[in-house]
């Protein structure tokens, strides 16, 4: 087993993780400031920092620039093959962590105690008992120093002779508690002493229970007779009682019997005023259906009269807008015929226009090129400078010609598209209008289906209507309902217990009051509470702004609204059911603020049709489900029908995009001419580059001449007068176009701003007055009438049944109220005889309550009595009354001789008795105890010396040989020193006087542990006689020595060597390689060190770097470290020097 590495982050000079190198698992080295690297390995092993205060963590955490340091951790990894550790794994990390308020050990990262870390380590060969595998400095002052008595303690703590002392002085305790316990039991004696008073106290207390014998049954006696004369009297008065109730019942049994008849008789009442109410409403129903019914036939007579006004007037506008539309259509028939035949001549004349301009386009070219020509000569002076800028020009007008025809080509392409996208919104506007005559088809069907519906809509409004009706009787009979609950309500309450129908009453207060939740009511309640239409329910912010609202409404009473604070919505997370994309959540399709999300449709789901929702709101139950048509399922199972307009819509649109798609045809038309124009521009424009290019090839090579040829000047002469007339053709042909232009825009903006728009305006105007859908209307409204009419006559005779049946009622009603009038009197009559009986009734009670009450005394006191004497039943029976009262005092006054008799004078004795057995045995217990204690003390003393002796001579042994490796030629002895018998006497003596405080051993025969040792001269020397490094040296080899006796897996030395002299210092890292590499018991060492000895010896070197506040660790090699220690030697060389030549 060996340290395999360290891990550290945030503590002390540590600021980020450091992970060190593995080391070695024999001698590792740290130089240059490695003060808290080994710390931090102590700071694990807890040989120090044991118990840590907040201030002294806080003063372990790294202290630097940046954010403060909260935590630190130190982890040893170790290498566990030898399985010395009992882990069941080959490598064991144990971690300390510390914060500001923590403390606490992970082993392989599960928590572990502070006591189970020493134990682990303990199992591994670390002794509590020797702490020797960590030596620093001060230890190895502190040894050098040593006294003899002081070493000769440091034997007994490492031979763990403190477990000795520990359990003697336990024992010495033990024993003078026995001492305690002996004296106690000698009291014993005073035992047999109150023995004896007992016995005396017994004898009196025989005589005193036989007189209290005598008294129990002359009170027992006494007591039976009255209880027997008290019974008698109990059921004499019980008798009188049954016989006054059997009158008090048959008094009420009649009262009873005219109460029931009385609670009919109201019932019928009840119930006939409830009949006679329902049937005045249905009578003021009737009234109010009458007049709604006469107020509907005279507003559809109105109707019918203003429709057949509509048509006559439609039939008129129709005739003059019919006539009027001919000759509008004939006169725009008239101007589409000019505007062709002016759009054909002004295709002409353009065509004509552009050859024109073309022919004067080239014969200016060629002119130019002459007169170019004939300066050639005084512009050049050779025919070789010519050439080359007529390539140059070639090759700029060849790369001009390029680009045109680039963009000819581009245009030529863009026009063919356009070709095709007019071509294609041509079908485009032609699908549509079909598109718009089959939905005018569809319109004009739905509309004869609408007729069909809205018949069947009436006949559906009747129906519901009727259940109105029967819906207010349900209410009426709802409200009779309420009113017999509230009786039964009250029974209920009077057949509980008084304090039982209090409580009840009190905990429904109670949730009324504090609207609470989760309490549901007795039993045999049932609460069914449904929620109505929420949907324009208004949302607010907080219910503060809800209240105010609230008052506003109530103030100008301007109706009633519900409010929703979204300050109190509390929306439950909703599953949705998975049916793919038939359904899905309304909440995803709106669009809404974020603060809204909890209270805008969480629970309705939108649905393809009416199956689906159906299906969805049956397994969710928590969900309400609409159609895309307007169809509504709600969870609680009702459904709802929409409607949609779908034909109007869809013609709308149809009509709508056929003008947007009219309106792109326009535009692409325009662009397409546009293109076209552009195309022929670039077209003339390319020729012309092209007849230059030409010519100038042609001009290549040729001789250079002061003058044109005869040819060049002869067409040069006929080129100029032939130019000026071809622009004054093209100055008459252009006024020509122009005119030509004019009036076709001319007859266009009449055709579209003026003749098309009279003609649109004329369509829509035929199109309103649709008169045939007029006269169906009108046929409605007349089938409506009658309609009206037949029920404008049920409602009249529904309104004469109502009155006959409420005149009925009435007669039967004061009937009932003279019989409800003659069964109170009979009620009160039968009241007041019960009342007389119930006094009678209630005297006797409390006679028999009064005799009840003597009897439960005298019963009591008979129990009080206890037991009795075999013949206290049958002594006193034939006695009187009298003769027992004087017995009973001639007993009292015997048992008042008795007053100072002890009562518990038989228990106590028993109690003594025991007492005085139980102390017997205990005494002998302590008498073989203390035997066994003295035993074992001088067992303990045997076993310490033994342990003193054998640690003693072991140390001693290898102190001879490591003191021999270390200094050649030299000789170390331990000696023991035995003590004085004068002394041993004296402190014996002492330790009789510390009693329990002894923790010497009263046999102590040895006074220290002496050190003897040569250096080679021959001479022993004691430690007074040794210089500093010796007396170093002296030490280390009693460390050495120590280690031997009890070795663990590695140590840690922190600068051993620093005060030994230079030649020693080579032995003792010698030492430390061969320990080290032992092949009976290797062992690893961590050291640290400022001198090249043990250096040299090192397996592995670390140096620890110190910048910014912040440490790190890293393995250097051996040169590096010699020359680091090697420098330092020199600094403090020179420091030294520095101060012994300082005058001050």
């Known amino acids: 087993m060996y340290i395999k590495q360290v891990v550290i982050e945030g503590f002390k000079s540590y600021k980020d993780q450091t992970i060190s190198e593995p080391f070695d698992q024999h001698i590792n080295v740290a130089v240059s400031d490695p003060l808290t690297f080994y710390a931090a390995i102590r700071f694990v092993l807890s040989d120090i920092f044991t118990t840590l205060r907040a201030e002294e963590r806080q003063r372990l955490l790294h202290e630097g620039a940046g954010h403060a340091v909260l935590s630190a951790y130190v982890e040893i990894v170790f290498d566990n093959s030898d399985n010395r550790i009992p882990v069941d794994r080959d490598e064991v990390r144990l971690r300390r962590s510390i914060g500001l308020k923590k403390d606490e050990y992970l082993l392989d990262k599960k928590h572990v105690t502070k006591t189970e870390v020493m134990n682990l380590l303990e199992s591994a060969g670390f002794s509590r008992a020797n702490p020797y595998y960590v030596v620093q400095q001060g230890k190895i002052m502190a040894m050098s120093t040593m006294k003899d008595h002081e070493r000769l303690e440091l034997l007994k703590e490492i031979g763990g002779t403190k477990v000795y002392e520990e359990r003697r002085k336990e024992s010495i305790k033990i024993l003078h508690e026995t001492d305690n316990r002996r004296q106690r039991i000698l009291e014993v004696q005073q035992l047999e002493e109150r023995l004896a008073e007992l016995e005396e106290e017994r004898k009196e207390l025989a005589k005193f229970q036989q007189i209290d014998k005598q008294r129990r049954s002359l009170e027992f006696a006494i007591y039976d007779k009255e209880l027997a004369d008290t019974r008698a009297k109990l059921e004499q008065v019980e008798e009188q009682r049954k016989n006054e109730s059997e009158r008090t019942g048959k008094v009420h049994e009649d009262m009873a019997q005219a109460r029931t008849q009385l609670k009919c008789i109201d019932k019928e009442m009840k119930a006939l005023q409830s009949n006679l109410t329902d049937l005045e409403k249905k009578r003021k129903e009737a009234a109010g259906e009458r007049a709604a019914r006469n107020t509907k036939r005279a507003k559809l007579e109105v109707d019918v009269a203003d429709l057949e006004e509509q048509i006559r007037k439609h039939e008129q506008t129709q005739k003059k807008c019919s006539s009027k539309a001919k000759k509008l259509q004939d006169e725009i028939a008239e101007k589409q015929a000019e505007l062709e035949a002016a759009q054909q001549d002004r295709a002409a004349q353009e065509a004509a226009h552009e050859a024109l301009i073309k022919d004067i386009a080239d014969t200016e070219r060629r002119l130019q090129a002459l007169y170019q020509k004939q300066g050639r000569s005084s512009q050049f002076n050779t025919r070789q400078e010519r050439d080359e800028w007529i390539n140059k020009e070639v090759t700029q007008l060849e790369t001009a010609a390029a680009v045109k025809g680039s963009s000819h080509d581009e245009l030529e392409a863009q026009t063919q598209q356009l070709s095709s996208q007019l071509m294609d919104l041509s079908q485009e506007i032609g699908d549509k209008e079909a598109e718009i005559r089959a939905q005018q088809d569809a319109a004009a069907a739905a509309e004869t289906e609408k007729s069909g519906l809205e018949a069947k809509r009436n006949a559906l409004n009747d129906q519901r209507k009727e259940l109105w009706r029967a819906e207010n009787e349900a209410e009426s009979a709802t409200a009779k309902m309420k009113a017999d609950k509230q009786k039964a309500d009250k029974k209920v309450d009077m057949s509980m217990p008084r304090d039982v129908s209090r409580g009840v009453n009190s905990v429904k207060r109670f949730v009324r009051q504090a609207n609470m939740r989760g309490v549901h009511g007795t039993l045999i309640e049932l609460i069914d509470v449904s929620a109505g239409n929420q949907l324009f329910h208004i949302l607010v912010d907080t219910d503060d702004i809800a209240a105010r609202l609230s008052a506003m409404l109530k103030k100008e009473k301007a109706g009633r609204v519900t409010f929703i604070p979204l300050n109190q ?51 969710s139950s928590h969900l309400n489900c609409v159609t895309i048509k307007g169809d509504q399922v709600s969870k609680k199972g009702t459904m709802t029908g929409g409607y949609l307009d779908l034909s109007r819509e869809t013609l709308r649109q149809a009509r709508n995009d056929l003008t947007v798609l009219k309106k792109r045809e326009a535009e692409a038309r325009k662009t397409l001419e546009q293109k076209e124009k552009r195309l022929l521009d670039i077209a003339a424009s390319v020729e012309g580059l092209r007849s230059r290019v030409a010519e100038l090839k042609a001009e290549l090579g040729t001789e250079m001449l002061a003058q044109l040829s005869a040819a060049e000047r002869k067409e040069l002469a006929t080129l100029a007068p032939q130019l000026t007339q071809l622009q004054e053709k093209k100055a008459e042909m252009s006024e020509g176009l122009l005119e030509v232009v004019e009036k076709a825009t001319e007859l266009e903006t009449l055709l579209n701003d003026n003749l098309l728009r009279q003609q649109q305006e004329l369509d829509q105007t035929l199109s309103s007055a649709d008169v045939e859908a007029d006269r169906k209307a009108l046929e409605k409204l007349q089938e409506q009438a009658v309609e009206a009419q037949q029920e404008l006559e049920e409602a009249a005779e529904k309104e004469r049944e109502a009155a006959a049946a409420l005149e009925t009622d009435e007669k039967e009603l004061q009937k009932l109220r003279a019989e409800q009038e003659r069964l109170k009197e ?115 003393d045997l076993r310490k010396d033994e342990a003193i002796e054998r640690t003693f001579k072991g140390v001693a042994k290898n102190f001879r040989e490591i003191f021999a490796e270390l200094v050649p030629g030299g000789r170390g002895e331990l000696v023991m020193q035995k003590r004085l018998r004068v002394e041993a006497a004296a402190e014996a003596a002492e330790d009789d006087e510390d009693g329990a405080e002894g923790g010497h051993n009263v046999s102590e025969k040895y006074s220290g542990v002496k050190v003897k040792v040569s250096f080679g001269s021959g001479e022993n020397l004691v430690m007074k006689q040794l210089s500093g490094g010796q007396k170093t040296l002296v030490a280390l080899a009693l460390i050495f020595a120590i280690q031997r006796c009890d070795p663990a897996p590695f140590y840690l030395f922190d600068e051993i060597d620093a005060a030994l002299d230079p030649q020693y210092r080579t032995t003792v890292a010698r030492m430390l390689g061969r320990q080290a590499h032992d092949s009976a018991n290797p062992a690893q060492f961590i050291v640290t060190t400022f001198h090249p000895q043990i250096i040299g010896e090192a397996d592995k070197i670390y140096g620890v770097s110190h910048a910014n506040r912040i440490s790190r660790v890293d393995v250097v090699s051996r040169e590096d470290a010699l020359e680091f220690v090697q420098t330092n030697l020199q600094d403090h060389g020179r420091a030294a020097g520095a101060e012994n030549t300082d005058p001050n």
Do not use: W
Request: proline share 2%; glycine share 4%; charged share 35%.
């Open 826 to 940: 009979v009620v009160e009559k039968d009241s007041q005889e019960a009342q007389d009986e119930s006094r009678k009734v209630e005297s006797l009670l409390s006679k028999r309550a009064a005799l009840g009450q003597k009897r439960g005394d005298l019963e009591r006191k008979i129990r009080e009595l206890g037991s009795l004497p075999a013949d206290a039943f049958d002594k006193f029976r034939d006695t009187t009354l009298k003769d027992l009262m004087r017995l009973l005092q001639k007993a009292q006054n015997q048992l008042k001789k008795y007053g100072h008799v002890n009562r518990k004078a038989l228990d106590q004795y028993a109690a003594f008795t025991d007492q005085r057995a139980e102390l017997a045995r205990r005494q002998e217990e302590n008498a073989r105890g203390e035997a066994k204690i003295k035993q074992l003390i001088d067992t303990l």
């Open 569 to 619: 919505v509390r929306a439950q997370n909703v599953n949705y059911p998975n049916v793919g994309d038939d359904a899905l959540p309304l909440v995803k399709k709106l669009k809404f603020e974020a603060r809204y999300k909890d209270a805008v449709f969480g629970k309705v789901m939108v649905c393809r049709d009416l199956e689906t929702a159906t299906r969805v709101a049956r397994e």
